[in-house]
Nanobody, 124 residues
Framework: QVQLVESGGGLVQPGGSLRLSCAAS????????IGWFRQAPGKEREGVSY????????DYADSVKGRFTISRGNAKGRVYLQMNSLKPVDTAVYYC?????????????????WGQGTQVTVSS
């Protein structure tokens, strides 16, 4: 059974940090990349970052470069998104998703499996 489960969201003040976690299982992990996406109310889903589970290559959206870091955990299928220097514009539901490694992209339309999402709110 395919599962992607996000955790770690919450309320944080501007300038603060959060670490999101994604636990992926139930599919051939080495053939996939894990991406983080976000969607704010009334806006389209936006690609934030991805990491390959085979070679750990990464990419980031320009809006988060230098502030967010994606990484793999020791447990197979575990991926983290460390978010620093958070801004109110980062407020959104954050999703992790799995897409084939042959199509490494931040386009949400290329991702096959999705988690349920976790809310991140940046506010004073």
């Amino acid at each position: 059974q395919v599962q992607l489960v996000e955790s770690g969201g919450g309320l944080v003040q501007p300038g603060g940090s959060l670490r999101l976690s994604c636990a992926a299982s139930g599919f051939a992990l080495d053939y996939y990349v894990i991406g983080w996406f976000r969607q704010a109310p009334g806006k389209e889903r936006e690609g934030v970052s991805y990491i390959s589970l085979s070679d750990s290559s990464t990419d980031y959206a320009d809006s988060v470069k230098g502030r967010f870091t994606i990484s793999r955990g020791n447990a197979k299928g575990r991926v983290y998104l460390q978010m620093n220097s958070l801004k109110p514009v980062d407020t959104a539901v954050y999703y992790c998703a799995a897409g084939l490694r042959t199509r490494r992209t931040l386009d949400h339309r290329t991702y096959t499996y999705w988690g349920q999402g976790t809310q991140v709110t940046v506010s004073s």
